[in-house]
């Protein structure tokens, strides 16, 4: 458990850390936010993901309180404080205090740490469900703080006996509300959505990964060829490559974790621990 976080740059204890009501992230829902590990007291794939979460910041018009230099600085001084050498951080910046409870202002810098995540192992070796819903994310390239529809979701999910929902578009697919997908077809080819979804960095790492095993495809995927895929699985930063063996109650395949599940969950691993020693903590 830690100890302590940050607010716009000042390590504090956690438990004293707080945020005023007016902020437009309390108030709108209003804010970014962003995710990733770090092992060996090293933040996996640093700089993609700082990338990314000013990107995102941009496309909402939201200035941090710190540069990327800065925040780097910070996150690492966060998990020396802490003194454990895994885990993971959680990024988040809000809308601000708003002057007329619409506008956003100053933002609010919050980095938080959590656990090192950690799955039950069956879901790797039996595969997890998923349920399917009609839905399009407002802003798929931003990785905002908006999960009400996942959220809303959560009891028809529970009944289903189900991990998470995966979204689609009219019959296209596009994400999982906390996840990439990726497809394995009857060609043996990995295939995954190119357009209207987050772009995930554990979805580029694994593309990066499967360099030279499979063909890597990227293009507009539709729901039956989801459900005529050889093997299903997701992947994220704290799912790792997640197998999934049904889908609506479908079973995808055979119904059991597929041959390439396997193989690329262990490619993606070993590309992960490989960027941990490629350079000192």
Partial sequence: MAIYCSLNGKITAQEKASLGVTDLAVLRGYGIFDYFLFKYGRPLLEEQYLQRFYNSAEKMGLNP??????????????????????????????????????????????????????????????GVALISH??????????????LTGIKLLPEIRRAGALEVMYHNNGI?????????????????L???????????????????TAGLLPVITRRVNMEEVFRAREVFIT???????????????????GKVGHWSKTLKEKLEEYREAYYQSAEV
């Fill in 191 to 209: 295939v995954t959505p190119d357009s209207e979804i987050l772009f995930g960095i554990t979805r580029d790492s694994i593309i990066k990964a």
């Fill in 236 to 254: 994220g930063t704290n799912k790792s490559a997640m197998p999934v063996v049904r889908i609506d109650g479908r079973p995808i395949g055979d």
């Fill in 65 to 126: 309180p710190l540069n990327q230099k800065e925040l780097s600085r910070n996150i690492h001084e966060l998990i020396a404080a802490n003194g454990q050498g895994n885990g993971a951080i959680r990024l988040v910046l809000t809308g601000g205090y708003t002057p007329d409870g619409y506008s956003p202002s100053e933002p609010n810098l919050i980095v938080l740490q959590h656990p090192y995540p950690a799955y039950p192992d069956a879901y790797f070796t039996e």
């Fill in 134 to 147: 009609n839905f399009q994310r407002e802003w798929p390239e931003v990785k905002t703080i908006n999960y």
């Fill in 173 to 189: 697919l596009r994400e999982s509300v906390r996840s990439n997908v990726f497809l394995i077809t009857e060609k043996e080819e």
